[in-house]
């Protein structure tokens, strides 16, 4: 699991069918403090966060198995 701060949406015109209705947010890594560290991830929310959340992003297989999203097409998820 990873460390993130959500800081921002992200908008797809078009999608897998199977994400439909499938909210995707922008995320930054911190370190445990809260500070920022180098990189973004587009993600799968499943947890309903918001911008300025702490959140905790798995990645591979994992998010694929998060909530809803066992046969999606899916690399990082909040969960």
């Known amino acids: 699991m990873i460390?993130?701060?959500?800081?921002?949406?992200?908008?797809?015109?078009?999608?897998?069918?199977?994400l439909l209705g499938s909210k995707f947010l922008l995320v930054r890594m911190i370190d445990p403090r809260g500070k920022?560290?180098?990189?973004?991830?587009?993600?799968?929310?499943?947890?309903?966060?918001?911008?300025?959340?702490r959140v905790l992003v798995v990645s591979g297989s994992s998010a694929r198995m998060a909530s809803g999203l066992k046969d999606c097409p899916v690399d990082?998820?909040?969960v």
């Open 76 to 78: 990082a998820a909040i």
């Open 36 to 53: 920022d560290e180098a990189g973004y991830v587009v993600t799968v929310d499943t947890v309903d966060a918001g911008l300025g959340d």
């Open 3 to 18: 460390l993130a701060r959500v800081v921002g949406t992200v908008v797809a015109t078009r999608k897998d069918e199977r």
